[in-house]
């Protein structure tokens, strides 16, 4: 069977044409949820490789473990607030996959548990900051001890970006419903867009949490 003239044409060149001096139609929904699907996609995977480099350092410098510095024996982390710390990244994880569910069925429940996921990840990057006022070494104490501090600020920097993400979709939600579309020409069904924009950010966000789990495991436990 011959395919039809739309399925030749990338996904982008879907839009219908219009006479020249005719404004031009809003974007098809279906544009913007495959743009976002892919790039939450190609964001994971330029995370990998900038987690990476971290795993990298850790594994090449305890190889070759310089003057026995690699990690002297005051260089520890606090084990409960890293366990805190990862417990809180996790269970923010699960809060915001059932949000995504919840936004799939419909449930206006999605908001709660996406407000949820944030406070926890919120609360994960307060623990983290307050073991940097509680440990007793820097980024220059020992190779593992550069390693550790670097690692985790930027890994809380991904998380606190990501959190801003996922906040952008609760409160364009509770926009929507303070003020339901009228007849000026509002967007009548805001999820419908919201959808794709919250799918992404969910799957970001439970991929950055899967790193969170890798780095607890090589920071506290190897």
């Known amino acids: 069977m011959m395919a039809s003239e739309s399925e030749k044409l990338p996904l982008g060149m879907m839009t219908p044409s219009v006479p020249a001096g005719v404004k031009i139609p809003p974007e098809p929904p279906d544009i913007g949820a495959r743009t976002l699907w892919v790039a939450s996609r190609l964001l994971c995977g330029a995370t990998t490789f ?13 190889s070759i473990n310089q003057d ?4 002297p024996a005051h260089v520890n982390p606090k084990q409960g607030l890293g366990a805190a710390f990862i417990v809180c990244i996790v269970l923010s994880a699960v809060l915001t996959i059932v949000a995504g569910q919840q936004m799939k069925g419909r449930s206006r429940a999605w908001v709660t548990s996406a407000t949820g996921g944030i406070v926890l990840a919120l ?9 940097y006022t509680r440990q007793h070494f820097g980024p220059t104490n020992g190779a593992f001890a550069s390693v550790f501090c670097a690692w985790t600020a930027f890994y809380l920097i991904a998380v606190l970006f990501t ?24 967007i009548e069904d805001p999820d419908r867009l919201i959808a794709p924009a919250l799918d992404a950010a969910v799957f970001y966000w439970a991929f950055l949490a899967g790193i969170g789990v890798v780095t607890y495991v090589i920071l506290y436990l190897l």
């Open 50 to 62: 900038f987690f990476l480099a971290f795993v990298f350092a850790y594994f090449y410098l305890r």
């Open 68 to 71: 026995h510095m690699w990690h």
């Open 123 to 131: 609360a994960a990057i307060a623990l983290q900051c307050f073991e």
């Open 163 to 186: 959190m801003y993400w996922l906040e952008t979709q609760v409160a364009t939600e509770f926009r929507a419903r303070s003020a339901p579309a009228g007849s000026e020409g509002d």
